[in-house]
């Protein structure tokens, strides 16, 4: 039952949002805006006022940031390792691989853990609210910086010397994040000795619990099978990788990192999280395989939803 009461929630408003979508409630530019609202405003809001309130004890937050970025290496390599085998032709590699690693933290992940982590009263223990968000701090721009070196270093040659405009706007992109931006920022403050005025938390609290709803139905409403048409081999091939292998990877670092009973939840539904949406605009500007990017994210959804199903039960 619990992982039911977890996980039907979170569907049950996905659906909501492609129903609303089939009936003309949620129309494509409707959605758009509503996804920049919660990139540039709902999630920057949240991750603040968390990160800015976290009083974490111990090396918890560090541990965890640890498993993310070790298994995201585990994923890399087995990503490289398929290649020859499946013979992936140069221009998609780059998008193969950071599809295998690259997890929806922020729009599914934390909404999960979240609602996994809520009491019977309705309540998250604020240390472990701020566990969750402080670790996805950490791990954000390494990911992004990360999927750059990927999608460059697999350019064919002669297209090396022509993106160096691609390069400076996704570096200015990635300094200009919102969501690392709101972190590095909430982190900053923590550090202080100083205590966010009443006024500030609740402008920002009430802002930022925006950001779950509107994350799970913008979900639905951007769900299409269409996209799975294309390089369906190989799609399954980095979504295993990705919901599969990134989690088992993630489970065994973490039990040799010592991490309890919540650490490894947090960890392991990162883990078990589908590829990033971002993964399809990176891929499209560095000049990789867009439509396998695009099915990557499609097929790892799917198949999400066994892998969390899996974290929140695992000890």
Same mark, same amino acid.
């Not at 039907?8 to 492609?18: D, R, S, T």
């Not at 297209?159 to 969501?179: D, F, K, S, Y």
């Given at each position: 039952m619990y992982v039911l009461n977890t996980l039907?929630?979170?569907?049950?408003?996905?659906?909501?949002?492609?129903y609303l979508r089939h009936i003309g409630l949620l129309p494509a530019a409707t959605v758009?805006?509503?996804?920049?609202?919660?990139?540039?405003v709902a999630l920057p809001a949240m991750l603040f006022y968390e990160t800015a309130e976290a009083q974490i004890q111990g090396d918890a937050v560090l541990r965890v940031a640890l498993t993310l970025l070790g298994a995201m290496l585990v994923a890399i390599l087995l990503g490289y390792a398929l290649a020859p085998a499946l013979r992936i032709p140069r221009t998609a590699l780059g998008a193969f691989v950071q599809g295998g690693y690259r997890s929806n933290m922020a729009? &599914?992940?934390?909404?999960?853990?979240? =609602? /996994?982590?809520?009491?019977?009263?309705? #309540?998250?223990?604020?240390?472990?609210?701020? @566990?969750?968000v402080v670790a996805l701090g950490l791990v954000t721009p390494v990911y992004n910086l990360v999927a750059v070196v990927v999608l460059l270093t697999a350019r064919p040659k002669n297209?090396?010397?022509?993106?160096?405009?691609?390069?400076?706007?996704?570096?200015?992109?990635?300094?200009?994040?919102?969501?690392v931006i709101s972190c590095i920022a909430g982190l900053l403050f923590a550090l202080l000795p100083w205590e966010l005025p009443a006024i500030v938390h609740r402008t920002f609290s009430t802002v930022g619990q925006m950001s779950t709803p509107l994350a799970l139905l913008g979900i639905g409403a951007s769900f299409t099978l269409t996209t799975l048409r294309h390089n369906l081999r190989l799609a399954s091939y980095?979504?295993? &990788?990705?919901?599969?292998?990134?989690? =088992? /990877?993630?489970?065994?670092?973490?039990? #040799?990192?010592?991490?309890?009973?919540?650490? @490894?939840?947090?960890?392991?539904?990162?883990?078990?999280?589908?590829a990033a949406a971002a993964s399809y605009v990176m891929a499209e500007q560095l000049g990789?395989?867009?439509k396998l990017a695009a099915s990557i994210i499609v097929l790892s959804t799917l198949l999400s939803v066994a892998s969390l199903a899996v974290s929140l039960v695992v000890r």
């Open positions: 039907i929630p979170l569907l049950a408003v996905v659906a909501l949002g492609a758009r805006d509503t996804n920049r609202l919660l990139y540039w729009y &599914v992940g934390l909404p999960v853990i979240l =609602l /996994a982590l809520t009491n019977a009263n309705g #309540a998250v223990a604020t240390d472990e609210r701020a @566990l969750a297209t090396l010397t022509q993106a160096g405009r691609e390069i400076r706007r996704i570096l200015l992109a990635m300094v200009t994040n919102p969501l980095a979504s295993l &990788v990705k919901v599969a292998f990134s989690p =088992l /990877a993630g489970y065994l670092l973490a039990k #040799a990192l010592g991490l309890g009973p919540v650490e @490894l939840r947090i960890a392991l539904i990162y883990l078990a999280c589908p990789s395989d867009e």
